[in-house]
């Protein structure tokens, strides 16, 4: 028998011995590829694919552009139809430029010309970064903005005559339901603040809702906020109000302290309660620490069964805690919130001290009593305004 060559021998055990060609792809084809990759992760975590529009992000403009482009080139289409496992490439089609001679579509698919150095990639962003960038783009228009108009003035007020002071941002602890920012030149509103979770990395976050003085809003997490912060050179935080003591603007060593007046705001979910959670607000006096006072709020039916944070404080020196709630509850009984609730045995209770009625009409209040002049205005609910006797 004559001995087999190393060929045969492959044969005889069926090793396939046919000269194979390892398919490669070209820098351009992984590049689409990457592009089509990251609108998959725009549409994961918005639920929807990317749409044109002006009032749309930069990004989610870009990304819809690149979708289109995609689906009308033949090459560009086959090579990450295997990929489209969410049906991107037979959704519908939006209306764009098309003549776009070959550099202009390199550019609307991410793609970089062959002939550039890869040298020229500069201040390339981590995937971190670039998430967080794409939040902050992504603004919508705030619906119900007329609901924070006030607010936004307020702060302003605030800001001017020295109770409210702008300083570096520094802490992520800082960010909270109620917190305020100035971020892009802009006034930035924390409004509402979903449950803390823990991230992929080990981190805690949060999902926002933050509105701007602009009228747009944007939906992002609590750590890409802070990012943004960290890299506006300009960004701030805007301190909470410190309105000094009642009936005084300085105070002495002889002076008594009475206590405090505090305006609380629900955090109910209650239906009665939820929808007018900007405008409902409890005002009391109190000769301990607020933050005691409100420890065990979520029993406690005055507090309407809920948890509620502190919006404004006023101290009080050398004046009758009982006498000055009794007047405050007096010039605004038009607006007191009538409910009923049931406390944890089912007894029902009628809360007193809640309030409908703006935040900037608290502090107009507190000042009339300091000047003396709250004897000469009500409260008018139709225009939410203290007005004068006709």
């Known amino acids: 028998m004559s001995e087999l060559s190393d060929l045969d021998i492959l044969n005889q055990l069926g090793v396939e011995t046919e000269n194979q060609t390892k398919h490669t792809r070209t820098p351009r084809e992984e590049r689409i590829i990457a592009g089509f990759e990251e609108i998959q992760r725009f549409t994961d975590e918005q639920g929807r694919a990317p749409k044109s529009g002006e009032d749309r992000g930069i990004f989610e403009r870009l990304y819809a552009t690149r979708l289109e482009q995609i689906k009308r080139q033949s090459e560009c289409r086959g090579l990450v139809e ?47 970064e670039k998430r ?113 003591p009642l009936f005084g603007t300085e105070t002495s060593e002889q002076d008594l302290a009475s206590g405090t007046v505090y305006v609380l705001r629900s955090k109910s979910d209650d239906p009665q309660i939820a929808p007018h959670r900007d405008v409902l607000h409890k005002i009391g006096v109190t000769g301990g620490q607020v933050e005691r006072r409100i420890t065990n709020a979520k029993n406690d039916p005055t507090f309407l069964l809920a948890d509620v944070e502190i919006v404004a404080r006023y101290e009080l020196f050398n004046i009758n805690r009982s006498k000055l709630e009794n007047l405050i509850h007096k010039v605004l009984a038009s607006a ?54 006709e």
């Open 82 to 128: 295997e990929l489209d496992h969410q049906g991107l490439l037979s959704g519908e089609d939006v209306t764009f430029q098309t003549d776009l001679d070959d550099e202009a579509l390199l550019a609307e698919l991410g793609v970089k010309d062959e002939a550039s150095e890869i040298t020229e990639l500069k201040h390339v962003r981590s995937s971190s």
């Open 336 to 389: 007191r919130m009538n409910i009923q609730i049931k406390d944890r045995f089912g007894k029902p209770v009628t809360p007193r001290e809640w309030f409908l009625v703006p935040l900037p009409v608290v502090d107009e209040v507190i000042e009339r009593i300091k000047d003396g002049s709250i004897s000469e205005v009500y409260y008018d609910p139709e225009t939410a305004k203290l007005v004068g006797p």
């Open 132 to 244: 967080a960038a794409e939040e902050m783009a992504n603004r919508d228009k705030c619906e119900d903005f007329d609901a924070f108009r006030p607010l936004f003035e307020r702060v302003q007020l605030e800001l001017s005559n020295g109770l409210r002071k702008t300083r570096p941002f520094e802490l992520k602890s800082e960010i909270q339901r109620g917190s305020w920012f100035i971020l892009g030149g802009q006034k930035a509103y924390v409004t509402e603040m979903g449950e803390l979770f823990t991230n992929g990395k080990g981190h805690t976050d949060a999902r926002l809702r933050v509105v701007f003085d602009n009228g747009t809003e944007s939906n992002l997490l609590m750590r890409s906020l802070q990012r943004a912060l960290h890299r506006d050179e300009a960004g701030r935080r805007i301190t909470d109000p410190n309105a000094g």
